[in-house]
């Protein structure tokens, strides 16, 4: 299955789609009828003139969820190809994504958080660009701009201004106007929010949706220990691909060094960000798969041991497909 998806071959995009119906399918059959969706923060509910919440039936969520996991890992697979960030063009940062984006059953269903990638990985394209670009002021602005509407649709995508900033150091030197421009562009966004929440005389409701940013810090339980066990696989394929990283490091260019600094600052981030919205359990990961599936797409590419890492990725697939059909 690796080999196939090691070669950069427009066919896979097809096969894409039959490993994300197979890490699919099998939930379907067991999922319950109906569940409640929230597409996006009350900021954004106030302005569209279509609901983002409400009832939706399981399998209509899924094929929806499906068909953008789908084109988030052809943009992901086309954007790390475009700038050569694994050192050889291949379909393993989509597999990868598919794969991850199935790992756990609340990912399968439509969520904000899935809606976000969308943001995420636009966000990776423009900060990859401030490596090569003397327009930096405007591409700064345009990551803020990024920032906000991420954060309207799922309000801790807003760390991710952290993640600009580091990019700014990790790529730049530094000037303050970069910065500047990072928080003007989000300042933007909220701006006409603030103004049209006052011309509606609700300016307290607008302050009362921040609240979330200043939750304190609080031990929260989403994982039961089955959950740990489907996380064996993965932290095993993150480590190797962080010493396969390690062991390349010096060898590769600057933009794939610095890139990969960015990536798990970003994982980092996401993963942490978590507590502004406990509630939502274990779809706020949704955010950490981009950054996991390129870490995970660089050791599959460069491992050698074909039986070994063939059979990891069997173990993880199987262990996916397990836990769907046994909720436990």
């Not at 609340?106 to 995420?120: E, Q, R």
């Amino acid at each position: 299955m690796i080999n196939i998806f090691r070669s950069y071959n427009p066919i896979n995009v097809l096969w894409l789609a039959i490993v994300l119906l197979v890490l699919r399918i099998s939930y379907l059959i067991i999922a319950p009828g109906n569940f409640h969706m929230v597409l996006t923060e009350p900021f954004l509910q106030t302005f569209l003139p279509w609901p983002m919440a409400g009832t939706i039936s399981t399998g209509s969520s899924m094929l929806l969820a499906g068909i953008m996991v789908l084109l988030q890992a052809v943009l992901l697979n086309y954007l790390i190809n475009y700038y050569n960030l694994l050192g050889k063009p291949s379909f393993l940062p989509g597999l990868m994504y598919i794969t991850l984006s199935g790992l756990f059953t609340p990912f399968l269903l439509l969520s904000a958080p899935l809606l976000c990638n969308f943001v995420m990985i636009w966000m990776l394209y423009k900060l990859l660009q401030l490596y090569s670009t003397e327009d930096i002021n405007s591409i700064a602005y345009d990551l803020g701009l990024l920032v906000a509407l991420g954060a309207l649709i799922y309000l801790p995508f807003t760390y991710l201004l952290l993640a600009v900033w580091a990019a700014l150091i990790i790529f730049l030197p530094f000037n303050w106007r970069n910065w500047a421009a990072t928080l003007i562009g989000y300042a933007t966004v909220f701006f006409f929010v603030g103004v049209y929440y006052f011309l509606h005389d609700r300016l307290t409701v607008f302050y009362r949706l921040w609240q979330p940013l200043a939750t304190p810090f609080a031990a929260v339980r989403i994982f039961n220990h089955y959950n740990y066990l489907l996380l064996i696989p993965v932290a095993i394929i993150l480590i190797l691909g962080l010493f396969r990283l390690q062991e390349n490091f010096f060898k590769s260019y600057v933009l794939i060094r610095k890139a990969f600094q960015l990536l798990i600052f970003i994982f980092l981030l996401a993963g942490c960000s978590f507590y502004v919205r406990p509630l939502l359990g274990l779809t706020h990961f949704l955010l950490c798969v981009m950054p996991v599936a390129i870490f995970f797409a660089y050791y599959f590419l460069y491992a050698r041991q074909r039986w070994f890492y063939e059979t990891l990725y069997f173990l993880l697939v199987a262990g996916i497909v397990y836990f769907q059909f046994n909720t436990f």
